[in-house]
């Protein structure tokens, strides 16, 4: 035993000490086969240079918390590739270096290769955060065989898409939308062609919202049409949408894909007999706006905490050559990869100098993409980041969400009024058919939409504001004098203190103490648990409550917190948010109880009947016990599929059961009751194992003596099962209350939040309960403050609950 | 107890609803992780797999950290579980069988820790965690759990009900008082034993947002943080997700298969002691 503990100890400590003297690089990739690629290409840049470059991918859900995480904890990779808003969002707490000003000469060279129009969004002032790579923009690919059966052309401006996707609707096809389907970030690609974003800065660095500007919603409607007012069958299909693709039925086919640069590899690969086709066009202008192309992506940054700038700087450029991303290109395009068709965002390989790489025999079948490309590539730009948008940004996000809900449930009603299914009315809409209907639709949501708008305008305002108070603080006071910061001690390192000296004391108490002095091995077997229990639980409680008192951010150091008194727990209070977050949880709390609890007692119960092959029986009933709240839900999370494509609408359809299918995760309807089905189905175990072990102490007699008096079964269940189980009542009630309120993973998993960046907590965030609004403000939106208030606030809550279940159930039980 | 045939008939439906029900996810799971990549491109639904393959286990481990991730659960979960099983029972056997000065007031403060709901720790334990340096490495995920005030209290209900005159025997043969825990309480104490280290173990196993929030670097990850990076990973590749939740809950199942008497034992006395 004790050679396999040295042998594990020992092989931890090999395995963390040997990535201790190369460069870290942590790439946002997704993709496992992309971490292979820049591992590739690290081996060569160590040939070159000597510099050894350890490859990270990160997930596109996570990947800003894991940044903002290792940037706090002083231990940020040395470089990153992050999405677009990463060099603004770490750049203005103090986490990156800034280029420009670190490596003039050189940050000057590489700028050079670069559409400058692309570059404000990673700029403050004359800083320069990051260099972007990667571009990510909207085409549409579409079926040419079909598009000439039908007689359509594939659409150049809106009007023509909008009447391009009627037509392929009245005869019954769909179209696909994929990852930018729902997405806040890619409003401006709708709202700019109008000449509007959501959020400004003018001249005087004043910031403006537009969200009450006729143009800008104009532009969201489009999205809106596009998004939500149509068959389509939703986003994240991966394969299947390919094959859909592919397909030639009308009722099933979707010869039409808008967004899907990336998906061209993959369409290659799945489906080879439809190759030529197919085609690509440009993202279609706005008829009264302008042609604007806004780019997606991803940025390489440098870290301020590195101790190898210059290396990481190195390897940035070294990332930013032809050489290499041409490199990247080609392996993405040979193993016909999503994306499968890079989109450098060095001006090189789009002007004449690229002409040769294009001129490769294998990149025939990508020339249209390459040249619809190249003219996007001519008018991509980017804005500047806006302080405090990330906030502002959800709420506009949630309001999308809701839109989503009310636009579903719109065309639901309007289905049911026709007879109809909402596949048939699109397809109704289509022919031009119920017109009135179709009107009424679009001018009802863009009231809607209008009224939600101004509505939520006050409160954005109120988070910009606050936003900008912090950043002045922040960079007047605080950037300026990081050092200093670091070093001031603050109230975490002096109850650090505070702790030693008391462990000295007690030590010294011990020691000295001739009474206590003989107790001495009594208190050397509880030191370990006593010391953990002052170190893991009392002193990080104190420290929580500390700072819900403060508002602390923290990349930047803990003596940066700044007392505000009770204003996070006001604000917490008056803004609604703990309130509404309670709600949810009491709502899933009461969801999820009394059905688990019934549904295990039955359970419990029909096992107690000591069916034949008992065994059997306990285990197939019992075994969600052991598995993860992780896998399980992942596992849902492909059975809730929100579509007729979907595997449990598939079931429910077949059993006539349903006749629409449900919109389970998209829906704020749904998806905290999707969340709550999945929880009754992986608790009923525990709590019928729990159960069955009471029953099994009720005197068989007693059964027996009620059987013979003729009781009939609820009699039995409320006189000898419910009273004989009333300490398990208590124990599965009391920590089913406690566990429900704390309910996170299954959550976090369910609302894709792995995946997706800047998925909420669920569809306008209606997922969002307690612990989850916990976690967003600690480990999202960084506000430490905040999150522990509402900590507090819960513990608070939890406590009280507690304490009155013990006293409802106290009275007439054992002394439990 | 005699039951009519139409009851006993009953019994089954029911019970074969019943498990049918809560196994389809499984079944689900199974089904998916089977599949080519190719025929998830055929559109409809399957409710079958025609051709099973093992291609998605292939593509799961090529990526590379499963099997990294396995090791570092493994690690993980049993440098806990020995921790917890020496240190809590110890604790346990101080609070059940010494008499020293403060002795109820400190477990009484040891068990209030259990009120303190995991939420509220959250931020400050991450800022303590970087002030200790101990981010990004397994210390948090062990140290903590091995002494958590659950154990020492299931430890001393268990270790209290140990009469008193088999310690003395031990004693009076001059057996130092560690040899008397080492030799008298725990291998009286295998049934403690068991559900301690059977709770511990699934406890760390399945944990998911302490990983989230501690780890940075994807090598160090333990199982379910890497099951929740998979619809990111392989994004739409359904079957290379199920064949990840294959490998993650077919351990602890067959585990469960095994050891289902004291799994179940464990579990049902968890929270059913005596106090």
Redesign the interface.
């Known amino acids: 035993m004790r050679r396999v503990?040295l042998l594990?100890a020992t092989s931890?400590l090999l395995?963390?000490a040997s990535?201790a003297q190369t460069l870290r690089f942590w790439a946002v990739t997704?993709?496992?086969d992309d971490s292979t690629m820049y591992k590739e290409i690290g081996a060569d840049f160590e040939k070159k240079t000597g510099i050894k470059v350890d490859v990270?991918?990160?997930?596109?859900?996570?990947f800003e918390s894991?940044y903002f995480?290792?940037m706090?904890?002083?231990?940020p990779p040395d470089a990153g590739a992050t999405n677009l808003g990463g060099p603004f969002n770490y750049g203005t707490v103090g986490g990156l270096v800034d280029l420009r000003g670190t490596f003039p000469a050189e940050s000057k060279e590489l700028e050079s290769k670069l559409n400058p129009a692309m570059l404000p969004m990673f700029s403050v002032g004359k800083k320069l955060y990051g260099i972007p790579t990667d571009v990510g923009i909207l085409v549409l690919v579409y079926r040419k065989d079909i598009f000439e059966r039908l007689g359509i052309k594939p659409p150049a401006t809106w009007n023509e898409l909008n009447a391009t996707i009627a037509k392929l609707e009245a005869n019954h096809y769909r179209y696909y939308y994929n990852w930018t389907l729902g997405a806040q970030w890619a409003l401006n690609m709708y709202t700019m062609p109008y000449g509007v974003s959501g959020i400004e800065v003018d001249a005087s660095g004043k910031t403006k919202l537009n969200w009450n500007e006729p143009n800008y919603q104009k532009g969201v409607l489009q999205a809106l049409n596009l998004w939500y007012m149509h068959d389509s069958p939703g986003k994240?299909?991966?394969?299947?949408?390919?094959?859909?693709f592919?397909?030639d039925?009308p009722g099933?086919g979707m010869p039409l894909i808008i967004d899907l640069f990336s998906m061209d590899g993959q369409i290659r690969k799945?489906?080879p007999q439809i190759d030529g086709k197919w085609g690509v066009v440009a993202w279609p202008t706005a008829e009264t706006g302008k042609p604007f192309h806004v780019m997606g992506g991803i940025t390489y940054v440098v870290f301020r905490k590195s101790k190898h700038q210059r290396e990481a700087f190195e390897w940035v450029k070294y990332l930013s050559s032809q050489e290499v991303q041409e490199k990247i290109f080609l392996n993405r395009y040979r193993r016909k990869a999503?994306p499968g068709f890079t989109i450098p965002a060095i001006t090189s390989f789009w002007n004449a100098e690229g002409a040769n790489f294009w001129k490769r025999e294998e990149l025939k079948p990508v020339q249209e993409l390459k040249n619809v490309v190249a003219e996007v590539y001519k008018s991509l730009g980017t804005t500047p980041q806006v302080q405090g948008s990330t906030e502002v940004t959800k709420l506009e996000s949630n309001m999308l969400d809701s839109m989503k809900t009310w636009i579903d449930d719109t065309i639901a009603g309007l289905a049911t009024k026709q007879g109809t299914t909402r596949s048939e009315l699109m397809s109704a809409f289509g022919r031009g058919e119920f017109a009135a209907d179709r009107a009424s639709l679009y001018a009802e949501t863009a009231a809607k939409l209008k009224e939600n708008y101004a509505s939520l305008l006050p409160k954005a305002e109120q988070l910009l504001s606050e936003a900008e108070g912090r950043q002045a603080r922040r960079t007047s006071t605080v950037l300026g004098h990081l050092d200093e910061f670091e070093k001031a001690s603050s109230v975490?390192?002096l109850l650090?203190r505070a702790l030693v000296v008391a462990a000295i004391l007690v030590v010294g108490a011990v020691a000295f103490k001739p009474?206590?002095r003989k107790?001495a091995?009594?208190?050397l077997?509880?030191a370990?648990?006593?010391?953990?229990?002052a170190?893991?639980?009392?002193?990080?409680?104190?420290?929580?409550l500390y700072?819900s008192f403060t508002e602390y951010h923290?990349v930047l150091p803990?003596s940066t917190a700044q007392w505000t008194g009770i204003s996070n727990y006001r604000e917490s209070i008056q803004s609604g948010e703990i309130g509404s977050s309670l709600a949810k949880s009491l709502y899933y709390v009461l969801g999820t109880l009394p059905i688990g609890i019934a549904l295990a007692l039955?359970?419990a119960l029909?096992?107690n009947?000591r069916?034949r092959g008992e065994?059997v029986?306990?285990?197939?009933?019992?075994?969600?016990?052991?598995?993860?709240?992780?896998?399980?839900a992942?596992?849902?999370?492909?059975?809730f599929l929100g579509t007729k494509?979907?595997?449990l609408n598939?079931?429910l359809a077949k059993l006539h059961l349903t006749t629409e299918p449900i919109a389970f995760l998209t829906s704020e309807h749904t998806f905290l009751k999707c969340v709550m089905i999945l929880a009754i189905?992986h608790g009923?175990?525990?709590t019928s194992?729990?159960f069955?072990?009471g029953l099994q102490q009720i005197p068989?007699s007693l059964?027996?003596a009620a059987?013979l008096d003729g009781a009939p079964p609820w009699v039995r269940l409320k006189k000898i099962v419910l009273p004989g189980i009333r300490?398990?009542m208590l124990?599965v009630t009391t920590?089913g209350v406690?566990g429900s309120?704390?309910v996170?993973?299954t959550i976090?998993?369910l609302a894709?939040k792995?995946?997706?960046a800047g998925a909420r907590f669920g569809p306008n965030d209606s997922g969002l309960t307690?612990?989850p609004l916990?976690?967003h403000q600690?480990?999202e939106s960084l506000e430490?403050g905040k999150?522990?208030a509402n900590?507090?606030i819960?513990?608070a809550i939890?406590?009280t609950l507690?304490a009155i279940q013990i006293k409802f159930f106290q009275p007439e039980g054992?002394?439990? | 107890?005699k039951?009519r045939r139409s009851e006993r008939i009953g019994?089954?439906v029911?019970?074969t609803l019943?498990?049918a029900?809560?196994?389809l996810?499984?079944y689900?799971?199974v089904v998916?992780a089977l599949r080519s990549?190719?025929s998830?491109?055929?559109?409809?639904?399957q409710?079958t797999t025609q051709h099973p393959t093992l291609q998605p286990f292939v593509d799961l481990f090529?990526?590379?950290?499963i099997l990294q991730a396995t090791m570092n659960s493994i690690?993980v979960g049993?440098?806990t579980t020995?921790g917890t099983l020496f240190?809590?029972t110890?604790?346990g056997?101080?609070?059940a069988k010494?008499r020293?000065?403060g002795?109820d007031t400190?477990f009484l403060?040891?068990l209030s820790?259990m009120?303190?709901?995991?939420?509220?720790?959250?931020?400050?334990?991450?800022?303590?965690l970087?002030?200790l340096g101990w981010?990004?490495?397994?210390l948090p995920l062990i140290?903590?759990s091995?002494?958590?005030?659950f154990g020492?209290f299931l430890s001393r209900q268990f270790i209290s009900a140990i009469p008193e005159s088999l310690l003395e025997c031990a004693r009076m043969e001059g057996a130092h008082?560690?040899r008397v825990y080492r030799s008298v309480i725990l291998p009286l104490s295998k049934p403690l034993l068991a559900t301690l280290g059977i709770l511990t173990f699934?406890g760390s196993?399945?944990n998911?947002?302490g990983p989230?929030?501690v780890l940075?670097?994807?090598?160090k990850y333990t199982?379910?943080l890497v099951?929740?990076?998979?619809?990111?990973?392989?994004?739409?590749?359904?079957n290379v997700?199920?064949a990840?939740?294959v490998i993650?809950?077919t351990p602890?199942?067959i585990?469960?298969?095994i050891f289902?008497k004291q799994?179940?034992?464990s579990?049902?006395?968890s929270?059913?002691k005596?106090?």
Not at chain 2, 228 to 238: H, I, V
């Open positions: 503990l594990l931890y395995a963390t990535l997704g993709s496992a990270s991918p990160l997930a596109w859900g996570n894991k995480t290792a706090a904890a002083g231990m994240d299909l991966g394969s299947r949408a390919i094959g859909l592919a397909s039925k099933e799945l489906a999503d975490l390192t650090e009474k206590l107790h091995l009594s208190y077997y509880i370990f648990p006593v010391l953990v229990a170190v893991f639980v009392f002193l990080p409680a104190l420290t929580a700072l923290p803990l039955g359970c029909l096992l009947a069916p065994h029986w306990r285990f197939l009933f019992f075994s969600p016990l052991v598995t993860s709240a992780i896998s399980v992942l596992i849902f999370s492909q059975l494509d979907g595997w598939t079931i189905w009923i175990a525990f194992v729990v069955l072990a068989a059964f027996e059987h300490p398990q124990f920590l406690i309120f704390q996170f993973e976090f998993l894709n792995s995946a997706d307690t612990v916990i976690f600690g480990f430490m999150s522990s900590a507090y819960l513990f939890i406590l507690t054992s002394q439990a | 107890m039951q019994l089954y029911l019970l019943g498990a029900t809560l196994a996810p499984f689900y799971m998916m990549n190719e998830l491109a055929v559109p409809g639904i409710l090529d990526g590379g950290l690690l049993g440098l020995l240190f809590c110890l604790a056997y101080a609070f010494h020293f000065p002795r400190l403060i040891l820790t009120m303190v709901p995991g939420a509220v720790l959250l931020v400050p334990g991450f800022l303590l970087r002030d981010l990004d490495t397994f140290v903590p091995m002494a958590g005030a020492v008082d560690f699934l196993w399945n998911f947002i989230l929030i940075l670097d994807e090598k199982l379910p099951i929740a990076m998979l619809q990111g990973r392989f994004p739409g590749k359904e997700q199920m990840g939740a993650s809950i602890v199942v585990l469960f298969l289902q799994i179940i034992a579990l049902a006395s929270g059913l005596e106090a």
